[in-house]
């Protein structure tokens, strides 16, 4: 067996000798023959004619010698591909439209690919990640919060308490091996312990002792966390990200037995984490990971964390043997038991507990928050790329339909003289291939480009993402298959139509003296077909226009002009940065620093900075209002300062605040704005009327004005219930510093701003400053992604049909050149053809708007969630769309409609 | 009996044979082929050529350059080790097939 295939290669190496060897055993084998006849009395010549007319045609022989070594297939390919590409270089006008064609189809595919394969589909390099499972369900485990009671029926639980988690993980027995990590990430203001410089901002997460072990990730230098390091008294411990030691601490090598010092608190590296491993999380790159015990120490927060009342950790653990119905039940009886030891359960949180199911998620591909949020863009984009690439195939295979025609002389002659259909076909595909292969190569190119680009447009401009976009094994064979199927669908039907036909007529004259058959040509069902489709992708691009154009004129019911925030983190400084006092004088020097800078008209500080999507969501309680008991949310936003003023909120009724109020002994007042008045009292003038946070409590915080409504959380995100309170009343750490400041340019006031703050308070970090414009702007970032997208790929859309439609038609002026100039010869008259072929593009574009109009119909869910205020079939939108598409079919029929009315009646009836 | 009705495979037998009996040039061996079958089978170029680079392809024959018992130079094919092994056992499958045929004549034959 290897011997044979040994032979086979040394005879592929020696082609030229064993051709020159059978040559002469040929003629050789001719000498004899002569010999033996004139042996036996022939004369010579006579013996040599005989002798030549018996051994005839050598050719077939020959072949058959050669095939015998099996390798006529690669002999068939080598001479398939040199035809084709000198059939290529010779058209390189042909050559070029397709491969650029292709480019953008599959392109556009492998790019979409490349940005999905980011975000849905890689995963963690965690030991045997199918065994990892989370406590929670998926979308919720990725955001720092608990599913909410909405429903009031089964609950998911996805958030521990300490207690529980420790309870939980001796008790149960459905893990092999659980782990907590905390919900949140903090901000970790780090730098090298003993040092006095600035300090650098890293992302810190709370692991319980066996988080590394459960994932079964190798230190890759020093050693991970361990439980010893989590006991209370244990000295701190830090486990530092690859990344981080690579990139801040310069890959010095004795890194083990470092200290640094974050958030004001000295501790020890004791380790460099596997690398590639940046957390549970894949949109977020984690730089510290601490033991939970550190949690106290760290955060600036009161020690709550060892209390059976706050709830702050997600549980992971590892099993091997998959997960069904029966284990969750296992798992979450274990979970209930855990919680009823802790004992102090009221009989309403004891009948939610038995309500409460524990869901188990694998995390072998991360928790990604991207994910969930990236869904429907993808969705629709991947839909945009097929899309893309069905048009480019039909344009290539129009092309082809084309070239083919012009060849079938060409081709019949092949066939004529011997050749296979098969062979014929054969070498049609491998030209088809190559254009695949050329196609498909460029493609990459611009996938890998273009993904970093989708990435930073659709997800964050610092996404760690973008990395994951690169080319890699995954994305070839993408590539490599996409292209294989556009050879069998623009390749495969041409050949076979090419090599179909009868071949007398088509040797004869080209087949022109055909009659034309009145059955619709495959080179109108295409073009018909990307009518359709790209009415549908100008459709999309148009609705996302305007719905971008509705987004940008959403009133926010503030004035953003001229205001800049300015977000900075208080409690950086460590367990006293809660501390009331020091707040007060913070706030107050900082405020006053700003408020002397010129041109400063209002300055104030709030709890959370605008449209930053964080929120303070609680429940209150008005004995007098009718409202739903499940529907008594709302947001907070305590402020100091001048805020409605700052962000000119207007002041319906009663009085704003302004901080001051609501301090110890005095009374306690709020603001409200119209929402909330008439979602809780169905007006909005209720100046006077008291509620509370509690039920029980009394009812002591007096409303004293309503301000206007305005937007919050985000700028599409509808208008929650809100409620002001004043610093001096509840104080909490205000995060945002907001001023209004005219005559300056934005860029100015920002670095005016942050120098006060600079000057009023060195260590207090900032986190970012913006101006409220640009705050704006980013709110539609994903809109306008989209909507860039789509018109490109609109535009492209539209130019592959003009150049369809225009080859279509003037492929069909060819083919009926000799019926047109008959015609034109019997007196038709020149307006007649012209109108003749202006009505049949017009008759495909009209086919192909109706086919278009009923996919976009249909594929309008797609797309409904991500309109602001507006419809798929939005009347305005369509009418535009088909005049557009309407406007490019008549631009593209006019050149050939002219040329058909140029025919020259003598020079075509004349004999081709 | 034209060469175009041999049964596949058979003429690659034959040739296995002749090169059993001697090692010989392509067209000694058809010649050889001529002679045992008293004129029957004539081997043209068309199918010896092809046969003997089967042969050589599976390896059942070698082929070296020599001279010829005249002196004149040309290609001398011998059988190997494989190819001895491969006679034996086509020749018995040979055999089997047509003793299976005639059987099956001479039972339908009529009587």
């Keep these: ?263 004001d608190r000295v501790l020890t590296v004791i380790g460099v984490a596997a690398a590639g491993f940046d957390g549970v999380h894949v949109d977020q790159t984690i730089d510290f990971w601490m033991p939970l015990s550190a949690h106290a120490n760290l955060l600036g927060l009161e020690d709550r964390s060892s209390s059976p009342n706050v709830m702050w950790l997600r549980a992971a653990g590892r099993r091997s043997g998959g997960i069904d119905e029966g284990v969750t039940e296992q798992a979450t009886a274990r979970f209930r038991d855990a919680v009823r030891a802790e004992g102090n359960l009221s009989e309403d949180e004891a009948e939610r507990l038995d309500r409460t199911v524990l869901t188990l998620s694998p995390l072998a591909r991360g928790l990604s928050r991207s994910r969930h949020d990236l869904e429907r863009p993808l969705e629709l984009l991947a839909s945009v790329a097929v899309l893309v690439l069905l048009m480019a195939c039909a344009n290539v295979a129009n092309l082809q339909l084309a070239r083919a025609r012009r060849r079938e002389r060409e081709i019949a002659a092949r066939l004529a003289l011997g050749a296979s259909r098969r062979r014929v076909i054969g070498q049609l595909l491998t030209e088809s291939s190559i254009l695949a292969l050329l196609g498909a190569a460029g493609g990459l190119a611009l996938a890998t480009w273009g993904g970093k680009i989708l990435v930073r447009l659709l997800i964050a401009s610092d996404s760690v993402l973008a990395d994951r976009t690169d080319l890699d094994v995954r994305l070839l064979a993408f590539a490599l298959l996409t292209a294989g199927i556009t050879v069998l669908l623009f390749g495969l039907v041409p050949a076979l139509r090419a090599t179909g036909r009868p071949l007398v007529p088509s040797l004869r004259d080209g087949g022109l003296g055909r009659p034309t058959r009145p059955r619709v040509a495959p080179g109108s069902a295409l073009v018909v077909i990307q009518v359709a489709l790209s009415l549908v992708l100008i459709l999309a691009a148009g609705l996302m226009l305007r719905t971008l154009h509705q987004l940008r004129g959403i009133d926010p019911g503030f004035i953003g002009d001229s205001v800049v925030i300015v977000e900075i983190d208080p409690q950086a400084g460590g367990s006293d940065g809660a501390d009331p006092t020091r707040l007060e004088r913070l706030y107050e020097g900082v405020l006053e620093r700003i408020g002397s800078l010129p041109g400063v008209n209002a300055a104030s500080a709030s709890l959370y900075p605008m449209l930053s999507g964080r929120g303070w969501t609680t429940s209150l309680h008005a004995a007098d209002s009718a409202v739903d008991p499940e529907e008594r949310n709302v947001r907070i936003l305590t402020v100091r300062g001048t805020h409605f003023e700052t962000f000119q909120i207007p002041l319906l009724t009663g009085e704003a605040i302004d901080g001051s109020e609501g301090a110890e002994g005095a009374r306690q007042v709020a603001v409200v704005n119209e929402v909330m008045a008439r979602h809780f009292w169905g007006m909005t003038d209720v100046v006077g009327r008291r509620f509370g946070f509690e039920p029980e409590d009394p009812h002591e915080i007096e409303i004293v004005g309503v301000v206007s409504d305005h937007r919050f959380d985000g700028v599409r995100d509808d208008i929650a219930p809100m409620i002001y309170l004043p610093f001096a009343q509840v104080q909490t750490p205000l995060q945002s510093i907001e001023a209004r400041i005219t005559g300056m340019d934005p860029e100015a006031a920002l670095g005016a701003v942050r120098r006060a703050i600079g000057a009023a308070e060195p260590q207090l970090p900032i986190v970012r400053a913006q101006a409220v414009p640009q705050i704006l702007e980013e709110q539609l970032a994903e809109a306008r992604a989209l909507t860039r997208l789509l018109t490109v790929f609109g535009l492209v859309a539209l130019v592959l049909v003009a150049i369809g439609l225009y080859g279509v038609l003037s492929y069909g002026v060819t083919e009926r050149a000799r019926e047109i100039g008959i015609r034109l010869a019997l007196g038709a008259r020149r307006g007649h053809v012209e109108g003749f072929i202006l009505r049949r593009a017009l008759g495909l574009v009209a086919v192909g708007c109706v086919l278009g109009v009923g996919c976009a119909l249909a594929l309008a869910r797609m797309i409904r969630s991500l309109l602001y205020d507006l419809e798929p079939h939005d009347p305005t939108t369509l009418v535009a769309t088909l005049a557009v598409v309407g406007a490019v079919g008549l631009a593209a029929s006019w050149l050939p409609a002219r040329r058909a009315a140029r025919v020259d009646p003598q020079r075509v009836l004349r004999a081709d | 009996m034209s060469r175009n009705d041999l049964f596949p495979g058979t003429l690659d037998l034959m040739i296995l044979r002749v090169l059993a009996h001697q090692t010989l040039h392509g067209y000694g061996i058809a010649q050889q082929i001529k002679s045992w079958s008293q004129g029957a089978l004539e081997v043209g170029e068309g199918s010896l050529y092809p046969a003997l680079q089967r042969l050589l392809e599976r390896g059942d024959a070698r082929a070296e350059w020599g001279t010829t018992s005249t002196g004149r130079r040309a290609r001398l094919y011998t059988l190997t080790a494989a190819g001895a092994r491969r006679l034996e056992r086509d020749e018995k499958a040979f055999e089997a097939q047509v003793t299976a045929i005639r059987r099956v004549l001479l039972a339908g034959a009529p009587a």
């Design chain 1, 1 to 263: 067996m290897i011997g044979r295939f040994i032979r086979r290669l040394h005879h592929l190496a020696a082609r030229r000798r064993f051709e020159q060897e059978l040559d002469e055993e040929l003629r050789i084998h001719f000498e004899m023959k002569v010999e033996q006849a004139v042996a036996s009395g022939v004369p010579l010549e006579e013996a040599r004619r005989r002798a030549r007319r018996e051994m005839g045609n050598l050719t077939r022989a020959r072949e058959q010698a050669r095939s015998a070594w099996g390798w006529d297939w690669w002999d068939g390919l080598r001479q398939d591909l040199r035809f084709a590409s000198r059939s290529l270089r010779r058209q390189p006008g042909f050559a070029c439209a397709a491969v650029a064609t292709l480019i953008l189809g599959i392109g556009a595919n492998a790019t979409v690919f490349s940005l999905a394969r980011a975000v849905v589909l890689d995963g963690l390099a965690l030991d045997r990640p199918d065994e990892v499972y989370a406590v929670g369900d998926p979308q919720t485990l990725a955001t720092e919060w608990g599913t909410w009671d909405t429903d009031g029926y089964e609950r998911s639980a996805d958030l521990l308490s300490l207690p529980m988690f420790r309870t939980l993980r001796h008790e149960q027995q459905v893990f092999g091996n659980l782990a907590a990590f905390s919900s949140f990430t903090r901000r970790g203001y780090w730098r090298v312990a003993g040092g006095d410089g600035p300090r650098d901002v890293g992302t810190l997460r709370l692991v319980s002792g066996n988080f590394f072990e459960m994932l079964g990730l190798e230190a890759s230098r020093g050693r991970n966390l361990a439980d010893e390091d989590d006991a209370p008294g244990a000295p701190l411990a830090v486990v530092v990200s690859e990344r981080f030691w690579r990139r801040k601490l310069h890959q010095v090598p004795d890194v083990v037995g470092r200290q640094l010092e974050v958030n």
